[in-house]
């Protein structure tokens, strides 16, 4: 079994080697009272890796409901398909009888010292040179005292921080941790709709669908830089992808996310 690291913040309780439990918390939970949907990618994607002992390299989740803090939510574990070095696993989150969010993950044992990536990194201010958060100001005691973001912004373009090209940039940081694992990537790619929001010049919020990670690089970084890209609007739905960076340039990872977008005019009252 491979020695797979693990998300804190989560703090996942196991109880058998194919169940575990989370119990949510307000740490976990966005300033409006309900679960931070990245925390419930990142609680499949660790209870996946553990249960089938191998790395993930992909998972993609569809959000069913949602939790507040004080619920337990049970996550089971089954394997489809397990080869010699590959494992496809399915993970089910529930509260009592009712599901609240799925995932399928893919995993593989194969050996590294073959990574490569294809582009390269934005060409952007260091973390150190944006101060920018776009969340400042937001309430404390949720999951956004554990994360930290400075916009990369483009000083010829309008928008919420976008580029020209309608790209939304940003660094972002985990305090206490680095970012890397594919928990940890999907704890902070939990983003997209930011960029479609900007897109249309609206506020930023959104209802998330689904959620696609795929791990690329797990090594990790103390800062990520979120490449955040809007792809299209149709019928309230936001689709959007985003890059992962680490701070020396290597490609972590990529995401899609499609999400429900309130329409709320930036200028409005």
Not at 64 to 87: C, F, R
Not at 224 to 239: K, M
Request: overall charge negative.
């Amino acid at each position: 079994m491979t020695d797979l690291p693990e998300f804190d913040l989560l703090r996942l309780e196991r109880v058998s080697t194919t169940r575990f439990r989370l119990p949510v918390t307000t740490a976990l939970a966005t300033p409006f009272g309900r679960m931070y949907g990245g925390i419930g990618v990142a609680a499949c994607a660790e209870a996946a890796e553990q249960a089938t002992g191998r790395p993930l390299q992909w998972i993609t989740t569809q959000f069913v409901g949602s939790a507040v803090p004080s619920e337990n939510i049970d996550i089971e574990v089954t394997v489809p398909a397990a080869g010699k070095t590959t494992t496809q696993s399915h993970v089910t989150c529930t509260i009592d009888d009712r599901t609240v969010f799925t995932s399928l993950c893919a995993h593989t044992s194969r050996a590294g010292g073959d990574r490569a990536h294809f582009g390269a990194m934005p060409d952007v201010p260091s973390p150190n040179d944006c101060g920018i958060d776009p969340f400042e100001g937001a309430p404390t005691g949720s999951f956004l005292d554990r994360i930290e973001r400075r916009l990369a912004t483009d000083d010829e373009a309008g928008g919420v921080g976008a580029f020209a090209d309608g790209r939304v940039m940003l660094w972002c940081r985990v305090r206490d941790g680095a970012i890397g694992s594919p928990a940890t990537q999907a704890f902070v790619t939990d983003i997209i709709p930011l960029a479609v929001c900007a897109a249309l010049n609206v506020r930023a919020t959104g209802i998330s669908l689904d959620h696609t990670v795929r791990v690329i690089d797990p090594e990790p970084s103390e800062w990520a830089l979120i490449e955040l890209i809007p792809d299209g609007f149709h019928r309230s739905t936001g689709h959007g992808s985003l890059r992962t960076w680490s701070e020396d340039g290597r490609l972590l990872g990529t995401a899609q996310q499609s999400s429900i977008i309130r329409l709320e005019p930036l200028d409005s009252p």
